[in-house]
């Protein structure tokens, strides 16, 4: 659909080739394109598992010779191709959203949802600055992840099915980020929690990762409620849930700082911890890397997890009216980051170091939207998809090259263990250089990652002015910073340097990943060196493009809460702090680790002291079990099922005492013999005369 | 499409059709073959089923009042009518019945082996039964109809159910039996009592309904005699305990008409009579708190004690405690958004109820076990069955975009307002929902395959006959979760009508001593 040329925007933009560009009203190909992608890809998925029932049985039994010889490529194709055209038609609406003549909101209305009475529903999209920005980042790292996967999964039986989950993934993603409405995003943000669920247990038959799936998905729900009862809230006060009425008239039907927005923001927040794994719902993150490692890169890094940030910047202006709300936000926000990185410090398993540097950069988000710099949020946002994928990508190349390795000399030990690993570089060059590249832009050095963390730190720094405990928040951030660059710098001196822990026999196996695999990394290491420069700040040179960009989602809440950047000599010295943090941890995490001898995981000594308790992980999960899951189970198996009902209300009311249990065992045997009209009349007029008593002559 | 059916003259005979031919077709069964009892069966009700679709179009949605009502003369001295009609409540619920039924029976194909002619025949007259239940709109007349499916019900379960049936059906029996026989005599006095007051004897809900208010001080004994047989009817905790039992001994058909339709009757009941009968008890500050208390407790309850069952059929009869204990927040907290969600809760769970226990028959019949200790890995070897295994599942915790969530939501929000904490508690029953349910998914087609029986089910995933029975059940999940508004729409007067009725009237009533009193507003 062509457009015609209007407004300022019109002469800088008239270079543009007018087929390039997009109307916003198209924007429901992006979410259609994936979902035919699942369907086609499901089908075959189904087909291929056996005979396909709705056919005549010769016609199946040639349609399902057909589709295995040529499954895997149909798969490819399209598993890939609805991907990237939808990335492309992102593109175009990117375009096309500069072409017209407002920069407002455009929302699609697609169909009346839910209409009863004064809740009316429609499903609808919409399009403006912040769902574009996201709607880019998910299809564009999202095509580069399912490229690799074309790669990685090439040998799983369930290649079909994988797709056919991934597709249907990226479609509840944009459903989310889309969603004009807290309802049609609560679609995607429940979806997304589905497939989270589906490919986390993908490979089923082992038990721990079907465990893992239901615990992110019950996790996740615990923090549903939270958004559900922000939901009734918010239409009780204002009779809607579209995010353009609620945004625009809450904010004047409630008092500022008042328990009623501090109510729903802290629901609303319970969301977002459990979808973005925070303090205290983070518990299903490290777990849920069960599932292949692309799924890791996709969901559990660069995309779903950072639905709850995407939520509170999408309702930024009512975290700002709350002050105690936003400030709990930015608290949790980096302590999660610290305890995190924390837990990553001791970590062997190279997918769980990631996972806890996930938790960790979602943490430093939290940190930015809840002091305010929601821009700084989502600048960070996209960096870590950037450098997480680059990262979880990477750490898929390394887990396929060790598990090929084991699995020529058939050995059983644990391939994602860095213990195993070492001295990679020389088989991996690629993946060793791409890798150390987003291991840098993570740590703190002037990469893409580097701009977005300082920016969020700085406005923390900034707001301490009005209220001192950012300067705490400040000093946790720069501490979790310290830690992050130690982490991973002892991550790739494991896994790269030092002497080969791998085994004599497995070692000339190790191999660079194919191109399919190598080809997105490079896109990421791209991505990841000149990322930061969509909102490169004014003393390198740039003027903050994402931040104006985006300023027509922030404005309303920037008249509530506006955190001031430092200036001057304050700015410089931040700047110097931070830098300084990251080369002491990247030299200190690097000299250490290949310093110190390392064992092979087989013959590794038992954890002690508190490096113990770190690598359990604070004991967290035990924790909860003990006091949560557990008891739960057994109040309801003792106290609610044999207890309640089956001793008091079977027991006592329905046949427990001897006399009650013998007048039924007569009915019984009266039943069998047709004597139960007599009991049944009995009954009747028993009853007839007690009621007739009760009222009394009525 | 509306013309068409008006030019048939759709109106004066749909409902006499729906409750006299599933009835009729009883005779050829009974006279053909035993092997030919399926197919008539079959055919009468997807007969019966095809002729209700034609209620989809020729209801008029803008109207709250009763359509295709007509009125006969059946016991006129005792004021006695054949008095039908049809609003948006129980459009729903008569399409559901007559939508089950061609299922029922398309699911029962090799289940039943002895008797089928006894047990098709029930079948049908269950179906007139259920028409009628939702259709009456005489007391006796619904009382009749009420009675009527026990009998049918009490057989199924009796003749055909599992090795316990004889105590599940007794226990069925004598809990049903106790609050229907109560509410026949509440009713037998209310006409009795309505009639001295009015010097006219009549059944008529209409008349009862504008003289309900006259009733003073018994109006809380009726309403207690009709709320405890529509209490057990639902099930309310603490009157559930004869469902686990019941679900699991019935046969496949059986356990789905239970849970599709039967409890639904208990929920109508409360939409149809107890609340707009005497509102003035059943919306008292007391007796709601009573209600909200018990259906909060009932969807906690439900779930948590779902969560611990080791068998597949109690774990989905204690989801449905669980789900119906929305329903029941839904009609108490009676706003229009949380009656319809109401309504939409028990089209849903009638639909994905429905299917899990289809799946488990299915099962069931490969398995001959319907322990979660029996089964895991299935999806490796009946992907088809796991699939729609799964959809099921995923509507029944009410994922968004599938039937369940809409009904959840709509009866949460609606309930919100007014009471916000009841309303917080239920809102956690999601978590436990997702709970039992994913375990119970996990248990039965994920984790390691390694049982030898197991194994063996590869090459025998659901066949034609199988996929027909859930695939129209899945359509419909699918449909209703992502464009309600239809249905929405038809049930809204209807909805409103009820919300109307709900508020405390205005009414001078007469109290015991004879003095006179201003009721509530």
Redesign the interface.
């Known amino acids: 659909m062509l457009l015609t040329l209007a407004g300022p925007a019109a002469q800088a933009l008239e270079a543009v080739p007018r087929w390039l560009v997009l109307h916003p009203h198209w924007v429901w190909l992006t979410v259609a394109l994936p979902l035919a992608g699942f369907l086609i890809n499901g089908k075959l998925a189904i087909a291929a598992s056996g005979p396909v029932p709705l056919l005549p049985p010769k016609l199946a039994q040639r349609i399902t010779e057909m589709v295995r010889r040529y499954q895997h490529g149909i798969v490819t194709v399209v598993g890939t191709g609805v991907l990237l055209a939808a990335f492309v038609v992102s593109l175009m609406l990117f375009l096309g959203f500069q072409f017209l003549d407002t920069q407002s909101a455009y929302v699609l209305r697609l169909w009346s949802w839910i209409p009863v009475g004064r809740f009316q529903v429609d499903m609808a999209l919409q399009v403006d600055q912040l769902s574009l920005v996201m709607l880019l980042v998910v299809t564009g790292v999202g095509s580069l992840i399912h490229l690799f996967s074309v790669g990685y999964m090439r040998e799983d039986p369930g290649y079909a099915r994988y797709f056919a989950y991934l597709n249907l993934f990226i479609a509840f993603m944009l459903v989310l980020v889309l969603g004009s409405s807290f309802l049609v995003m609560f679609i995607g943000w429940e979806g997304v929690g589905l497939c989270s669920y589906l490919l986390i247990g993908f490979w089923f038959e082992d038990k721990a990762n079907s465990d893992a799936g239901k615990k992110a998905f019950l996790v996740n729900r615990i923090g549903d409620v939270g958004f559900m009862i922000a939901m009734f809230m918010i239409w009780t006060t204002v009779g809607s849930l579209d995010f353009s009425t609620v945004l625009r008239e809450l904010p004047a039907a409630v008092p500022v700082g008042g328990a009623l927005i501090t109510a729903i923001t802290m629901f609303l927040f319970l969301g977002a911890t459990g979808k973005s794994a925070q303090i205290p719902l983070y518990v299903w993150l490290p777990d849920a890397m069960a599932g292949p490692t692309p799924v890791s890169a996709l969901i559990h890094a660069a995309t779903m997890v950072t639905a709850g940030v995407y939520l509170v910047a999408r309702t930024g202006v009512l975290f700002a009216m709350a002050p105690i709300s936003s400030t709990i936000v930015a608290g949790v926000g980096v302590v999660t980051a610290l305890f995190a990185a924390s837990m990553a410090l001791r970590q062997y398993d190279i997918k769980k170091v990631l996972a806890y540097s996930t938790i960790s950069q979602l943490g430093y988000m939290f940190l930015g939207v809840g002091t305010g710099a929601f821009a700084a949020g989502i600048f960070h946002l996209i960096t870590h998809a950037f450098f997480k994928a680059l990262l979880f990508l990477g750490a898929g190349s390394v887990i396929h090259a060790m598990h090929h390795a084991y699995h020529e000399v058939h050995s059983s030990e644990d391939a994602q263990d860095m213990r195993n690993m070492g001295g990679l570089r020389k088989a991996m060059p690629w993946t060793t250089v791409l890798m150390w590249i987003a291991a840098l832009a993570i740590a703190g050095m002037p990469l893409s990652g580097f701009f977005s963390k300082d920016e969020i730190l700085a406005y923390a720094f900034g707001r301490g002015h009005d209220n001192p405990v950012f300067y705490l928040y400040y000093v946790l951030g720069i501490v979790t910073a310290l830690m992050t660059a130690f982490y991973m710098a002892r991550l790739m001196a494991m896994t790269f340097h030092g002497k080969s822990r791998t085994g004599a026999d497995a070692e000339p196996y190790l191999h660079e990943a194919p191109w399919i695999m190598t080809g997105p990394l490079v896109v990421l290491g791209i991505l990841t060196v000149f990322g930061g420069m969509i909102n490169l700040p004014t003393w390198a040179g740039g003027h903050h493009w994402l931040q104006s960009w985006l300023l027509p989602i922030t404005a309303t809440a920037e008249m509530y809460l506006r955190p001031e950047l430092p200036h001057g000599t304050t700015e410089y010295v931040l700047i110097g702090l931070a830098l300084t943090a990251a080369l002491v941890g990247l030299v200190a995490g690097y000299r250490l680790t290949v310093g110190q001898t390392i064992v092979p995981a087989r013959d590794a000594p038992e954890e002690r002291g508190f490096w113990k308790v770190l690598y359990h992980k604070y004991y967290v999960d035990e924790l909860y079990d003990a006091v949560i899951v557990r008891p739960l189970i057994l109040f309801s198996q003792r106290f609610l099922w044999k207890g309640v009902d089956t001793r008091v209300v079977d027991g006592v009311f329905v046949n427990g005492s001897a006399g009650i249990s013998r007048f039924l065992g007569q009915i019984g045997s009266r039943f069998q013999t047709g004597q139960l009209g007599f009991y049944v009349l009995l009954f009747v007029l028993g009853a007839l005369w007690i009621l007739r008593a009760m009222v009394g002559g009525g | 499409m509306t013309d068409f059916l008006s030019s048939l003259g759709y109106a004066q005979w749909i409902i006499p059709v729906l409750l006299l031919v599933p009835v009729a077709g009883i005779l050829p069964i009974l006279l053909a073959p035993a092997a030919q009892a399926k197919r008539i069966a079959l055919v009468v009700s997807t007969v019966v089923f095809v002729v209700s679709l034609g209620l989809w179009w020729a209801f008029d949605a803008t109207s709250g009042n009763f359509q295709f009502a007509a009125t006969l003369p059946w016991m006129p001295f005792w004021g006695i009518y054949y008095r039908v009609g049809i609003d948006g409540i129980s459009l729903f619920m008569v399409l559901l019945s007559t939508a089950m039924m061609p299922l029922a029976v398309l699911g029962s194909w090799h289940y039943i082996t002895k008797a089928e002619r006894g047990y098709y025949a029930l079948l049908l007259a269950m179906t007139s039964g259920m028409v009628g239940v939702f259709v009456a709109l005489d007391l006796f007349l619904f009382y009749f109809f009420w009675e009527l499916i026990l009998i049918p019900m009490y057989f199924i379960i009796g003749v055909w159910g599992g090795p316990n049936r ?1 105590y599940a059906t ?2 069925f ?3 049903t ?1 106790f609050g229907s ?2 509410m ?3 009713i ?2 209310m006409v ?2 309505t009639a ?1 007051t009015t010097g006219i004897v009549s059944f008529d809900y209409a008349f009862l309904l504008e003289h309900a208010g006259e ?4 109006a809380p ?1 009726y309403f207690a ?1 009709f709320a405890l047989a529509f209490a057990i009817k639902v099930p309310m905790v ?1 009157f ?2 004869w469902l686990p039992d019941a679900h699991t001994e019935a046969p496949t058909a059986g356990s789905v008409l239970l849970a599709a339709v039967l409890l639904k009757m208990g929920t109508y009941g409360f939409l149809r009579f107890a609340v707009p009968l005497f509102p003035d008890v059943a919306m008292s500050p007391p007796v709601t708190a009573l209600f909200i208390s018990l259906a909060v407790i009932g969807i906690i ?1 439900g779930a ?2 779902a ?3 080791p068998d597949v059929k109690r774990l989905v009869a204690y989801s449905s405690v669980s789900h119906m204990g929305f329903a029941m927040l839904g009609i108490w907290a009676a706003t ?2 949380s009656v ?2 109401a309504l939409m809760v028990m089209i849903g769970h009638g639909l994905a109820t429905g299917a899990l226990f289809f799946l488990v028959g299915m099962l069931y019949e490969r398995r001959h076990s319907r322990m979660f200790a029996d089964f895991g ?1 299935l ?2 070897v009946i ?2 069955f796991s ?1 729609m295994l799964t959809i099921t599942a ?1 509507a029944s915790i009410g ?3 599938l039937s369940g969530f ?1 009904g959840e ?2 009866v ?3 309930s ?2 007014n009471h ?1 904490w009841a ?2 508690i239920a ?2 029953g ?2 436990f929902a ?2 039992y349910m ?2 119970a998914v ?1 248990r039965i ?5 390694v049982q030898p029986e197991n194994k063996a089910l590869a ?1 025998h ?4 006959r199988e ?1 027909l029975v859930v695939l129209p059940l899945i359509f419909g999940m699918i449909w209703l979760g ?4 239809p249905v ?2 038809r049930m ?1 007067a209807a909805a ?1 009508r009820f919300v109307e009725f709900s508020i405390p009237r205005a009414v001078t009533v007469q109290t ?1 001593d004879g003095s006179e009193t201003e009721g509530a507003k």
């Open positions: 004889l007794i226990k029996f004598l809990y039996m026989l109560l026949l005599v509440a037998l006095l009795w009592q001295h009733l003073g001080s018994a004994w005699a603490p559930h305990t309850h948590l004690v969560m611990v069952q229009v958004q319809q969600g890995g999806a490796r992907p088809l699939l995923l994922l968004p975009g809409v939501f709509l949460l929000l609606g919100f307002e916000p309303t917080g809102t956690t999601v978590v997702a709970a994913l375990w996990q087609i994920y984790n390691p395959l090459g995933d659901l066949n034609l996929v992502l464009y309600p508004k929405l729409r809204e409103t015991a």
